[in-house]
């Protein structure tokens, strides 16, 4: 069953400038307090939403648009506790698997980040990444350059992300050291996908 997101707001009251000098990386989230639905449809727009022209928020090589982009809820108003799925078209959530995953991922995390199994909310960017190394093989470095791209995309999608959230008030840190195979065993991701980052949102407790 699908959840409907509300339509994202396209004019904040906060400038870039302000955003990006307010940017920081929050590693300690409020116990008490959730990420609201209208929070995480914002969240999820400036991740990968379809903007005005009909192409996404973040740009993309040869506009293949090879993220997905999962959430992990954990306490999130008007969603239930499981992964899902964001659909752009529709900008609604699709249900993939119930119960709280949060947990998971903080097992699948290098070293010792409680903040993945804290954060009311966290993301998870997947690539089609043999998709992109098939798409561009034939530029060089063969076989990395599509890899490459799907990089640099998960990068402005995290900056995108990282920017809403310090507009609407909410921690945001970036997960980049996590067990690559056990994240995508856990996610149940099929061959030829790949897990390039977590996100990990609240309200900060400091």
């Given amino acids: 069953m699908d959840t409907r997101l509300p339509s ?25 307090r959730q990420v609201s639905l209208d929070q995480l449809s914002q969240i999820l727009w400036a991740a990968q939403g379809i903007t005005g022209d009909g192409r996404r928020a973040a740009p ?20 239930e506790q499981g992964l899902h799925r964001y659909r752009p078209g529709p900008h609604s959530l699709a249900l993939v698997a119930e119960g709280d995953h949060r947990p998971v991922l903080e097992r699948c995390a290098l070293d010792d980040q409680p903040w993945v199994g804290q954060a009311p909310l966290v993301l998870v960017v997947v690539a089609e990444m043999s998709a992109m190394v098939e798409h561009f093989r034939d530029q060089s470095p063969p076989g990395q350059r599509g890899r490459r791209y799907a990089q640099i995309e998960t990068g402005a999608v995290a ?44 309200p900060s407790a400091g």
Wanted: with cysteine.
């Fill in 159 to 202: 900056e995108n992300v990282h920017l809403q959230a310090a507009a609407l008030g909410l921690g945001c840190v970036v997960v980049a050291g996590f067990d690559d195979a056990a994240l995508a065993t856990a996610l149940r991701l099929p061959t030829g996908q790949e897990p390039t980052t977590m996100l990990a949102f609240g």
């Fill in 60 to 79: 993309s090589a040869g506009s293949l648009h090879p993220l997905h982009v999962l959430v992990a809820a954990g306490a999130v108003g008007g969603v």
């Fill in 8 to 32: 994202p707001s396209t004019s904040g009251e906060v400038s870039v400038e302000a955003a990006i000098a307010d940017r920081r990386s929050c590693r300690s989230f409020a116990a008490d």
